[in-house]
Antibody
Framework: EVQLVESGGGLVQPGGSLRLSCVAS????????IDWVRQAPGKGLEWIGR??????????DFAASVKGRITFSRDDSKNSVYLQLKSLKTEDTALYYC?????????????WGQGTLVTVSS | QSVLTQPPSASATPGQRVTISCSGR????????VHWYQQVPGAAPKLLIH???QRPSGVPDRFSGSRSGTSASLAISGLRSEDEADYYC???????????FGGGTKLTVL
């Protein structure tokens, strides 16, 4: 069974930083891109970025809303992806989902974690 | 303001057919595959339709998708109470060079 488990959320002060983790299981991790999608309370889905697999040189793409503040890393030996977000703003408050990108063209996010909640507040 | 436009809400009674639209541009829907997600209250989103009209394993054939020009649609036939959820379209945008989501449509089963 495919599973994605996020962790690392919590309360962070504005201007602070956070590191979220996503541990995957149940599939060939090295064959897939991993995308992150967030959802502010009561709002819609926002794609924030992705990291490719080794075959695609771990290339990363980012949404304009987080570009310059976000980095991704990936440890294939641990089936894990890490998201680091700095200079946090109150508008970064959201549930952050780790997702697996399928093999169809476009945002074919075929499996999702349950999310980890990040609250940015003083 | 989302790049993709969806109606904020839709409603229908059990057994009826409902259609949810997703309107975009040549740079997104006009040139790339559309994917649809269902988010039941309190749960993570789930891929419902990929590549415009393809259902992942386990998705009932009551759900169907289509794309024409710069618009896409999700249709649900034989509506059931458990279909009450938020529905989102998503597609790669060639101009922004990132994926984009529609604003979502809240479906109410009356």
């Amino acid at each position: 069974e495919v599973q994605l488990v996020e962790s690392g959320g919590g309360l962070v002060q504005p201007g602070g930083s956070l590191r979220l983790s996503c541990v995957a299981s149940g599939f060939t991790f090295t064959a897939h891109y991993i995308d992150w999608v967030r959802q502010a309370p009561g709002k819609g889905l926002e794609w924030i970025g992705r990291i490719a697999n080794k075959a695609n040189n771990y290339h990363a793409d980012f949404a304009a809303s987080v570009k310059g503040r976000i980095t991704f890393s990936r440890d294939d030996s641990k089936n894990s992806v890490y998201l680091q977000l700095k200079s946090l703003k109150t508008e970064d408050t959201a549930l952050y989902y780790c997702t697996r990108e399928g093999h169809s063209e476009g945002p074919d996010l075929d499996h999702w974690g349950q999310g980890t909640l990040v609250t940015v507040s003083s | 303001q989302s790049v993709l436009t969806q109606p904020p809400s839709a409603s229908a009674t059990p057994g009826q057919r409902v259609t949810i639209s997703c309107s975009g541009r040549n740079s997104n829907i006009g040139s790339n595959n559309v994917h649809w997600y269902q988010q039941v209250p309190g749960a993570a989103p789930k891929l419902l339709i990929h590549s415009n009209s393809q259902r992942p394993s386990g998705v009932p054939d009551r759900f169907s998708g289509s794309r024409s020009g710069t618009s896409a649609s999700l249709a649900i036939s034989g509506l059931r109470s458990e279909d009450e959820a938020d529905y989102y379209c998503a597609v790669w945008d060639e101009t922004l060079t990132v994926p984009v989501f529609g604003g979502g449509t809240k479906l109410t089963v009356l």
